[in-house]
């Protein structure tokens, strides 16, 4: 396993949650990490994602003002802070290494991907 998303959990609308993705075989350090998500029955969906060095980073309308997507190179994690939780949130989420520089929006442009850790948010 190269990339391992944990962090997620139970909570109640409104809550915070922190998802880490660690990187075990510097899968990501020169590469754009994004996070997905897949809801039960809904296709995956982009959800945030962070250029190589952190310097640029994108949104899903759905999250944006929400949600905040942070790197720490020296210890190859990405994290995925998120705030004013609602149970439309309440997805697995996915932590995935972009095959180039920057975090596309499509999960195509992603070569690696985490195993998923379940975020359910309770209304």
């Known amino acids: 396993v190269q990339l391992q998303a944990s962090g997620g959990g139970l909570v109640q609308a409104g809550d915070s949650l922190r998802l880490s993705c660690a990187d075990s075989?510097?899968?990501?350090?020169?590469?754009?990490v994004g996070w997905f998500r897949q809801a039960p029955g809904k296709a995956r969906e982009f959800v945030a994602g962070?250029?190589?060095?952190?310097?640029?980073?994108s949104y899903a309308d759905s999250v944006k003002g929400r949600f905040t997507i942070s790197r720490d190179r020296a210890k190859n994690l990405v994290y995925l802070q998120m705030d004013s939780l609602t149970p439309e949130d309440t997805a697995v989420y996915y932590c995935?290494?972009?095959?180039?520089?920057?975090?596309?929006?499509?999960?195509?442009?992603?070569?690696?991907w985490g195993q998923g850790t379940l975020v359910t948010v309770s209304s």
């Open positions: 995935a290494a972009a095959r180039g520089a920057w975090a596309s929006t499509s999960g195509s442009n992603y070569r690696y």
């Open positions: 075989k510097r899968t990501f350090s020169n590469n754009g």
């Open positions: 962070i250029s190589w060095n952190g310097g640029g980073s």
